[in-house]
């Protein structure tokens, strides 16, 4: 449904980092604090993403500036999978714009794991949500080119630009997945029935599957991270590469189901529109400030990184990222307003 009243010039109004040494030591601190953390499991439904070492920990801030910090295994390349979905979404955005997308993939949390059927189902064949495999699919299905061999071509380089420097296909990884994926060309072959995709959907899938494979490092995820931060300007290239209004769609998608069916979570703990992946990566994107991108394979049972997440959880409070956060600028006046466990009373 369409909202009315959003045919007015949109302004912004964001905040700023703390100064530079300061987002330096809280990247160190945040490293520091997390790299002994043991919990959380190495996926392995991806046969090849089991040779992970569950030890591999990197923190990274790109601030929308321009300036990088970073910790630890910040340049060990791992396949960026799920977060691909942000950033393919965008593309297709920019190529069809608001309504479009909005028509023909939808924004809604479906409240079930990545790999759900029963959400196709439930929604008569609706995708419904671009962060999830049968939304990704479908998303990946609408990128232009008349071609698959066009539409991967695309993406790699719209990711490359994103990232400011050219994304190489991780062949191992693509093999490896291309060989278990069974499920996912069975969700294709589901919103085929539904007349829900506009190609062959074994090629909109073997599309998906080499996005997925795209080799990053977590500096890469927090420069494209910083690029939606940035009203679609690379902050390090100064390469634009999509609009503002494609970054403010695709972080409102974010926020309601980057982190699976743990979104309403992390949002409320974190207060950050972030996009996860098995691997074992997590990008978070404060708009107009930066983004930070982590890389630790243990995931925990919704596939989100267990390190990345209590770095990311860190690093928003210390460095002020929740979007949800306010501080009081009117004095406090009278006697201390509360709420009781029995009801509303002023005490
Ligand atoms: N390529 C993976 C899949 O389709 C991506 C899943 C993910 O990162 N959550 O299953």
Redesign the pocket.
Known sequence: MKVEGTDVAQEVSTGTLPGWDRVEHLVTDAHDRFRDDADGEVAD??PVLAEADPGWFGVCVAESGGDVHVAGDTDVEFSV???SKAFVYALVCQAFGHEGVLERIGVNNTGLP??SVMAVELNSGHPMNPMV?AGAIATTAMMPGSTSAEQWENVRRGLSAFAGRPLELDRAVYRS?SGT?MR?KAIARLLESYGRLPVDPLEAVDV??RQ?ALRVDARDLAVMGATLADGGVNPVTGECIVSAQVCRDTLAVLASTGM?ERSGEWLFEIGLPAK????GGIVAVAPGKGAIGTFSPPLDDA?NSVRGQRATAYLSRALGLNVFASAARVPRRGADHQVSRHGTGTA
């Open positions: 439904y991806i999978q799920s977060i990545f790999s495999n997945e994926n996912n998906y599957t997925c699976y996860s992946g098995v691997s596939g």
